[in-house]
Structures are given as C-alpha cells and as structure tokens.
C-alpha cells in the first residue's frame, strides 16, 4: 500500500468515525429531549414496551399526531361554564362520590372535546395530553385507574376523593391554559378555580 492510500484510509476511518459521534451525540440529545418534555410518562413507556428506543418511536408518533390537531383556546364563557360544572361535581360528591367521579370523568372529555383533542379510547385520548401535558397526565391515568377499581369494587370513598384530586389537575391545567390571543398570558389568578 502507498502512503497515499494509507492517507485515504486513514482519513476515510476518521470522517465515519466522527458522523458516528455526531449520530450518538444527536440521538442522545433528542432522548435527553423526550425524557425532559414527556417526563413520567416517558418512564412508563420505557417500562411498559422495555425498550428506550421503541418508547421514543412512540412518543415521536405522538408528537407528530397531536401536531396535526387543531387545538383552540377556551372562550371565557366556556372557561366559566366548564368552573361551574367543576364546582357542581364537587358539591355532587358529598352526596354521591362515585356519580360525581363519573361526572368528572364525562366533564374532562368535554373540556378536552370543546380544546380540540379527539375524545377516542382512554389510552388514546391519554397518550395525546402527554405530548402537551406531560406533567398531569399521570393523574389522569391514576383517577381512570381508580374509577376502574371502584366499578370492581375495590376502591372506597377515600380513592374516589383521591380521584377528583387527581382529575382535577388535569381539569385547572387544560381549563386555565395560557390563551395565545393574550400573547401567552395565563388566566388570571381569579378566574383559577379553587379547591
């Protein structure tokens, strides 16, 4: 071999050498990326399909269908009806935990539904917050969770009242979202609803 060639090879090892670097490095910024947006829910996914990159696949998937909707900001009208039902659900619970668990529930998909959000099968319509709401949607998932365990009949009043809190992150994050007509601004702290 001449050194020419020896030259060649050499820098030829050096160039793939460094795009594979670059590959690594890419791919651990946009895992670091994911794990940063998606949070818990990115360690469930990793859990639940064993496997970091498969879960990745799938959060990318997400992100690119929730893309594709066309999300809208609450009217203010809408804002208050849907505060006021929240607070009717709450008073129903006192005298009736699990319709009012029901209600919360039904009223959540409403909020998601008047938002834009497809309001298809649980695992669907949770998988879609994620990729916006990353750090409550393991409340909705719990709440579901535990509605579930009530129907069976393996959850008591006190889980139910673990429910309603936990739909009701969900409910102040989706209905007190920063209005992009107000520049971002979030909603002002007295329209928040209050426990």
Not at 19 to 33: F, H, N, P, Q, Y
Not at 102 to 109: E, I, P
């Amino acid at each position: 071999m001449t050194q020419d060639t020896v030259q060649i090879i050499f820098v030829a090892l050096a160039v793939v050498a460094l795009v594979a670097i670059a590959l690594l490095w890419m791919r651990k910024r946009r895992s670091e990326g994911l794990k940063s947006r998606f949070g818990a829910e990115y360690d469930t996914l990793a859990k639940h399909t064993g496997d970091e990159s498969k879960a990745e696949a799938l959060l990318a998937a997400r992100e690119k269908r929730v893309a594709a909707f066309q999300f809208t900001p609450l009217t203010t009208d809408e804002r208050n009806r849907f505060v006021g039902s929240w607070r009717e659900v709450q008073a129903q619970f006192v005298d009736d935990p699990k319709g009012a668990v029901t209600r919360a529930d039904g009223l959540l998909g409403e909020v998601m539904k008047a938002r834009g959000y497809p309001v298809a099968d649980f695992e669907q319509r949770a998988a879609d917050l994620s990729v916006d709401h990353a750090e409550v949607v393991q409340h909705y998932r719990t709440a579901h969770d535990i509605a579930e365990r009530h129907e069976r009949g393996e959850a008591g009043t006190e889980d139910l009242r673990q429910a309603m809190i936990h739909f009701r992150a969900l409910f102040d994050d989706l209905v007190n979202e920063p209005d992009p007509a107000a520049n971002g601004a979030p909603v002002k702290e007295k329209e928040k609803i209050r426990e």
